[in-house]
């Protein structure tokens, strides 16, 4: 009762205010960007993935582009090979044919000069001297050397009397005490070079220094 009494009539009584809502009063939060803002982005969104699509499209095209071009060039790898084949059995063929008619020609004038071997022989028989078969037999002795010259065959000639293993062969071999080196003695066969290559030797009988001399 006393502090009622005391307190004077104009004094106010003070009332606490309430305290504010959660969150209120605090610092706000960004606010969220307008619509305005996001059509930019969406925009460029839009761009990057329509330019992606027209680079894919570009690399299947040239992916398509270079797989034709593989095929291209693997059909034209199987065309030369089949004709480096064709090629290859047509030269074995010309190859065969040529081994076995190149010396066709040859083979005529061979014929020839048999024909007038028969033609000597059946003179031969008639011929009281042998004169015309001699005659005969060297004509066609003639016939073939000029037959050989002709194909490039040569006859090898004895220019000096040393003896020569790459151009003579020795059929026999006597010790003698008038040579101080090998040397041949007598020409037992003719030898022949083909196109300046050795085709046949000369068989030769060789005489060699007697040993301790």
């Known amino acids: 009762m006393t502090d009622e009494k005391d307190k004077s009539g104009d004094e106010i009584e003070f009332i606490p205010e309430?305290?504010?809502?959660?969150g209120h009063g605090e610092s706000p939060g960004p606010e969220a960007p307008p619509a305005a803002a996001k059509e930019p982005e969406a925009?460029?969104?839009?761009?990057?993935?329509?330019?992606?699509?027209?680079?894919?499209?570009?690399?299947?095209a040239e992916l398509k582009h270079l797989k034709k071009e593989l095929d291209e060039l693997k059909e034209a790898h199987l065309r030369r090979l089949a004709d480096m084949e064709n090629l290859r059995k047509r030269y074995e063929r010309e190859k065969n044919?040529?081994?076995?008619?190149?010396?066709?020609?040859?083979?005529l004038e061979l014929l020839s000069?048999?024909?007038n071997f028969e033609r000597a022989l059946q003179t031969g028989a008639s011929d009281a001297d042998g004169k015309t078969f001699r005659?005969?037999?060297?004509?066609?002795?003639?016939?073939?050397?000029?037959?050989l010259t002709k194909n490039g065959?040569?006859?090898?000639?004895?220019?000096?009397?040393?003896?020569?293993?790459?151009?003579?062969?020795?059929?026999?071999?006597?010790?003698?005490?008038?040579?101080?080196?090998?040397?041949?003695?007598?020409?037992?066969?003719?030898?022949?070079?083909?196109?300046?290559?050795?085709?046949?030797p000369t068989l030769v009988k060789v005489l060699v220094p007697k040993k301790g001399q």
């Open 18 to 22: 309430a305290p504010p809502p959660a």
């Open 113 to 115: 000069i048999g024909d």
């Open 153 to 200: 065959v040569k006859p090898i000639v004895l220019k000096d009397r040393i003896f020569d293993p790459n151009f003579q062969h020795a059929m026999t071999v006597e010790e003698s005490d008038t040579v101080d080196e090998p040397t041949v003695a007598d020409e037992l066969q003719k030898g022949y070079l083909l196109h300046d290559r050795l085709l046949r």
């Open 43 to 60: 925009k460029a969104a839009g761009e990057s993935s329509r330019h992606l699509k027209e680079k894919l499209k570009k690399k299947e």
């Open 135 to 147: 005659e005969g037999v060297e004509l066609i002795l003639r016939m073939f050397q000029s037959l």
């Open 97 to 107: 044919e040529f081994q076995q008619y190149a010396l066709s020609a040859l083979m």
